[in-house]
């Protein structure tokens, strides 16, 4: 499962996965019960999406959520119901849906790292260092997650020597990446340009851009 660049820009951008929508029912205000009687996944994803265009997040969950547990694909329709989540910022709820998924699919590491971003999101920072430095562990020259672990760890832990390092790998991954002017404001000491190595990693993902809930 890919999320692209851009959550709400995360957008969550979904990748390919979001695809083209549908025209919207005529009578969406009638829908609702139709949501117990057709079962088939397809076509509670196609409502799902009409929703979604209407704005109505709220329907649109509920119609993704059924598609789900009705036995659909879940590289498809997970990608759908957490972006709806994500725009109504029931970030919460977007975690109940992926970490089922990610039990059962551990190495999706992408989505493990949405998830890491959505438990700082809501405030809870050890959860989400787990899911980092499981990320970092597996993938150690993922660039994005080395700079949003050390935001977490800067921002919310306190930790700023750790920080430090993950900063500096950002920058040796992406010495002109989106994030390297603030990587570099905040490492404990200036670093050498010239120390600095190539960029290593020219299909790196995208930021998770995620407003933090205030507590």
């Given at each position: ?70 036995g659909g694909d879940a590289k498809e329709v997970l990608p759908l119901l957490m972006r709806v989540c994500i725009e109504a910022t029931r970030y919460e709820a977007a975690i109940e849906y992926a970490e089922p998924y990610l039990a059962r699919n551990p190495g999706d590491y992408r989505l493990r790292l949405l998830v890491a971003s959505l438990y700082a ?95």
């Open positions: 499962m890919r999320f692209g660049p851009g959550l709400v820009a995360i957008g969550l951008a979904c990748g390919s996965a979001c695809g083209p929508r549908p025209d919207p029912p005529a009578h969406p205000e009638k829908d609702v019960g139709v949501i117990r009687e057709e079962h088939t996944p397809d076509k509670l994803v196609a409502r799902g999406r009409a929703f979604q265009q209407l704005g109505d997040l709220v329907r649109a969950e509920e119609y993704f959520a059924a598609a789900l547990k009705a999101a809501i405030n809870q920072p050890a959860r989400a260092r787990a899911h980092y430095e499981r990320v970092l562990e597996e993938h150690p020259d993922e660039a994005i997650a080395h700079w949003a672990f050390a935001v977490l760890l800067r921002d919310q832990v306190g930790d700023r020597a750790t920080a430090d390092v993950h900063f500096r790998e950002y920058l040796r991954l992406r010495p002109d990446g989106p994030h390297a002017e603030e990587a570099r404001a905040s490492l404990l000491k200036p670093v050498v340009a010239e120390t600095v190595a190539p960029a290593a990693s020219a299909g790196a993902v995208g930021p998770v851009k995620i407003e933090r809930k205030r507590p």
